[in-house]
Every structure is written in C-alpha cells, then in structure tokens.
C-alpha cells in the first residue's frame, strides 16, 4: 500500500503530493501528518498540490481538517500550488478552507511559514511552551 | 380539375422569372451594395426552377407535402444567408413575396373564368404564405445564431487581465455579471495568476452597472478561489450607488479587501508587496 511521504525540514514538514489522491490515502496522510507533527514538534506545514488535478468534497475536507488539527498542535499549514480548476472546484462544492494558508509556490509558501512563525514566536509570552510533549506522552 | 396550374408554369417560368425580377428591382429599398443583380437573378432563377419543378396539381394546396423538401432547403439556405449579410426582414419578406405576385399575375393572363382564376388564386396564396413562413422562421433563426456569437464573443473580448506591475494583475470587468461569465473571469483570472506568479489580483467592477446579491455572490466566489490558489484579491472601483445596494441587500463583505478606485487598490497592492512610489525631487543646485 503506497503512503506520502513527510519529509522533515527543520521546523518544517515538507509534503509534496504527487498522485492524485483517493479516500484511503487522503484518511492515512491525515492520520500520518498529525501524528508527525506532534512527533516532531513541527511549527508549519507545507502541503504542495501543484499536480493534483482532482479533488472532491471530502478531498477538501481532510485538507481543511488538516489545516485545523495542526492549528490544535500549534503548527501552520500552507497549501501550495493549487490549480485554477481545484480551486474553482472547491469553492463552488463551498469548502473556501478557512483553516489553512494558501500560497503560490513552494518558494511562497516557506516565507510565508517562516513569516507566521516568527509572527507567533514574538507574541508567544511562554517561549519554553512546546506542544509536542503534551501531546505524545 | 380543367387548368392544368403546372403546364402553365412550366410554359411560362421565363415569364415569371421576369416578372419577379422586375417586381424585386422596382422596390426602392433594393440593397444593390449587398447583392449583385446578376447574383439575385441566379438566385431567384433557382428558387423558380425547383418550385415549377416540384409543384403539381396535388400539391398545390399542401405545403407540407415532402414534394417541396428541395425547395424549402434552396428558401432556407437564401434566408440564412441573408441573415447573415445583414439584410432586413423587409427585404428579405419582399424577396419571397414579389415571387407570389408574379405568380398571380401570370395566372391571371392565362386563365379565363373568374371562378377558376379565384380557385387557382386562394391556392397559390396559401402556398406561398407558408413559404414565407418558413422564410422569416429561418431568417430569424440566422439572426439567433448571430447574437449568439456575438455574445461569446463579447464574454471572450471582455474579461482582459492585464499585468499592472510585477506580481500585480488587475481584470476590469465591464457589463454584467452572470454565472457564465463569472466562470470566464474567474478561470482567466486564476490562469493568470499562476502563469504571471502575482500574488495580488485587482477586480475592478466600475463598468459593472448593478449589483444584486447574485453578484456579489459570484465576486466573492472569484475571492475565495483566488485566496485558494495563495493569491490576494482586491475589489476596486465600488460606486457610491452600489455601496449602497450592498449594504441595503445585506451583503457581507467584509471579509474581502475594497477600494474604491483603482488607484488606491494599486496603493495598497504597492504596500502589501512593500513597494514604494515615490516622486522624484531635484536637488537644488
């Protein structure tokens, strides 16, 4: 059974999907991700869909739902190089995904992590505060 | 029945062909600028040929009767042509009308008793108003098709996306807007930004005349998609009327970035960017 890759970056996880995505992987990519970021302690995600050419609402939804999660584990999504067609589809099956950040490119998408992390860096009053150990222990 | 209709015809299709002829030429409003007379008489010559070829006594009063088939496609193929070449309906009713009259008046010098001529008149009549029938029907038809291209053409011409600078497009967007093309601006729009990399996108509705609450549906519709693809979407060029239907309407818009001209969208493009225009100053020497 195939799985997509998480690639840790630093701070940074790196997933690039390159297939177009079914049900089965989207659930297991979600799960594996989640699971990563409070492994690693990650403070952003970098999501690139730039060949995905298909989504559906439940597509949508695991993106949006990722985008929530990482929130929860205090980590930023980007979703990068979405398509003029995946977008239009996704907002007319009306899934605008409020979670995450969106970006151009994969170039886009880490300054605009690195800026959002450093923006919470200076407002975070706590800075031992680390999520990861609440949640994998 | 004792008049032969179609002998007569057939004897005098020269007749005929320059009766109508002469009745066509004699209308004042003939467009000689779109058509020839050489290319009228050709035309007219065939129309004549087929219809005597067709018409016998048992047709005559059906117009329906499959006889006519050939006919019907030479009026048909003439209408839409006209259609095309601009010509009006009057002309073009004339076209097909001066051919009855011809008719008429040919039957009128060949048969004698006015009950028969009566008989051969009403028939003919009807014949040929449903010829004109299908004539305007196909006409009209060939009028559609034009708006209709033109109308696509109109929706292709109309949503320009242009570079205003690097990493900044702007699409003005003048005429109304409707499901169709929305989905136009929206596809040219996000197809730009992917091709020019911006990360900003200036909609400027100053062309659009109303705003209803279906529009506004669909400009925040562009937003959101734009906002998908990473991408930051103004809308410039709200006129005081239409703020005012906004708001009466109850339409949301606060979560989309407006300006009111262009320029100062430009502005704020320039700020998010971190751009700065400044003008020049001379050192005083």
Same mark, same amino acid.
């Not at chain 2, 008793?113 to 004109?132: I, Q, W």
């Given at each position: 059974m195939d799985?997509?890759?998480?690639?840790?970056?630093?701070? @940074?996880?790196?997933?690039?999907?390159?297939?177009?995505?079914?049900?089965?992987?989207?659930?297991?990519? +979600?799960?594996?991700?989640?699971?990563?970021?409070?492994?690693?302690?990650?403070?952003?995600?970098?999501?690139?869909?730039?060949?995905?050419? %298909?989504?559906?609402?439940?597509?949508?939804?695991?993106?949006?739902?990722?985008?929530?999660?990482?929130?929860?584990?205090?980590?930023?999504?980007?979703?990068?190089?979405?398509?003029?067609?995946?977008?239009?589809?996704?907002? +007319?099956l009306?899934?605008?995904?409020?979670?995450?950040?969106?970006?151009?490119?994969?170039?886009?998408?880490?300054?605009?992590?690195?800026?959002k992390?450093?923006?919470?860096?200076?407002?975070?009053?706590?800075?031992?505060?680390?999520?990861?150990?609440?949640?994998?222990? | 029945?004792?008049?032969?209709?179609?002998?007569?015809?057939?004897?005098?299709?020269?007749e005929?062909?320059?009766?109508?002829?002469?009745?066509?030429?004699?209308?004042?409003?003939?467009?000689?600028?779109?058509?020839s007379?050489?290319?009228?008489?050709?035309?007219?010559e +065939?129309l %004549?040929?087929?219809?005597?070829?067709?018409?016998?006594?048992?047709?005559?009063?059906?117009?329906?009767?499959?006889?006519?088939?050939?006919?019907?496609?030479?009026?048909?193929?003439?209408?839409?042509?006209?259609?095309?070449?601009?010509?009006?309906?009057?002309?073009?009713?004339?076209?097909?009308?001066?051919?009855?009259?011809?008719?008429?008046?040919?039957?009128?010098?060949?048969?004698?008793?006015?009950?028969?001529?009566?008989?051969?008149?009403?028939?003919?009549?009807?014949?040929?108003?449903?010829?004109?029938?299908?004539?305007?029907?196909t006409?009209?038809?060939?009028r559609?098709?034009?708006?209709?291209?033109?109308?696509?053409? %109109?929706?292709?011409?109309?949503?320009?996306?242009?570079?205003?600078?690097?990493?900044?497009?702007?699409?003005?967007?003048?005429?109304?807007?409707?499901?169709?093309?929305?989905?136009?601006?929206? +596809?040219?729009?996000?197809?730009?930004?992917?091709?020019?990399?911006?990360?900003?996108?200036?909609?400027?509705?100053?062309?659009?005349?109303?705003?209803?609450?279906?529009?506004?549906?669909?400009?925040?519709?562009?937003?959101?998609?734009?906002?998908?693809?990473?991408?930051?979407?103004?809308?410039?060029?709200?006129?005081?009327?239409?703020?005012?239907?906004?708001?009466?309407?109850?339409?949301?818009?606060?979560?989309?970035?407006?300006?009111?001209?262009?320029?100062?969208?430009?502005?704020?493009? @320039?700020?998010?960017?971190?751009?700065?225009?400044?003008?020049?100053?001379?050192?005083?020497?």
């Open positions: 799985r997509i890759p998480i690639l840790k970056m630093g701070q @940074f996880l790196l997933v690039t999907i390159q297939v177009d995505l079914y049900d089965r992987l989207a659930l297991d990519l +979600e799960a594996d991700l989640v699971r990563m970021v409070s492994k690693t302690g990650a403070k952003g995600i970098l999501i690139d869909i730039s060949a995905v050419s %298909i989504v559906d609402s439940f597509m949508g939804r695991i993106i949006g739902n990722i985008g929530v999660m990482s929130k929860l584990l205090d980590a930023e999504t980007v979703v990068v190089g979405m398509q003029p067609a995946v977008a239009i589809t996704l907002v +007319e009306g899934l605008p995904l409020k979670g995450v950040y969106t970006a151009l490119n994969v170039e886009k998408g880490m300054d605009l992590l690195k800026l992390i450093q923006v919470t860096d200076e407002d975070e009053t706590d800075p031992e505060y680390d999520h990861s150990d609440d949640i994998s222990e | 029945m004792a008049i032969d209709i179609t002998k007569i015809f057939k004897k005098k299709q020269t005929i062909l320059e009766r109508w002829m002469q009745n066509q030429l004699a209308d004042a409003g003939l467009r000689e600028d779109l058509m007379n050489e290319d009228l008489r050709a035309e007219s +065939e %004549i040929t087929a219809l005597v070829k067709s018409l016998n006594d048992k047709n005559l009063s059906d117009a329906d009767s499959g006889d006519f088939d050939h006919v019907i496609e030479i009026l048909s193929g003439i209408s839409i042509s006209r259609a095309r070449q601009g010509y009006s309906p009057r002309e073009t009713g004339l076209f097909i009308m001066s051919l009855k009259q011809a008719l008429i008046e040919v039957v009128q010098d060949e048969i004698e008793g006015p009950k028969e001529l009566v008989e051969v008149t009403l028939k003919l009549n009807r014949l040929m108003d449903s010829f004109s029938i299908i004539t305007f029907e006409f009209i038809k060939g559609e098709e034009v708006i209709l291209r033109q109308t696509d053409e %109109i929706s292709e011409i109309s949503t320009p996306v242009i570079r205003v600078w690097d990493g900044i497009i702007a699409l003005p967007i003048i005429g109304t807007l409707d499901s169709a093309r929305t989905q136009v601006v929206m +596809e040219s729009l996000l197809t730009e930004i992917v091709e020019s990399e911006s990360s900003v996108a200036i909609l400027d509705i100053s062309g659009v005349p109303t705003v209803d609450s279906l529009v506004a549906q669909h400009l925040l519709k562009t937003v959101s998609a734009t906002r998908l693809m990473g991408a930051e979407c103004i809308i410039s060029g709200i006129r005081p009327e239409i703020a005012q239907t906004i708001v009466h309407l109850g339409i949301d818009l606060s979560g989309i970035v407006t300006k009111a001209t262009l320029a100062s969208a430009l502005q704020y493009a @320039f700020r998010t960017l971190r751009l700065v225009v400044k003008k020049e100053v001379k050192a005083i020497s």
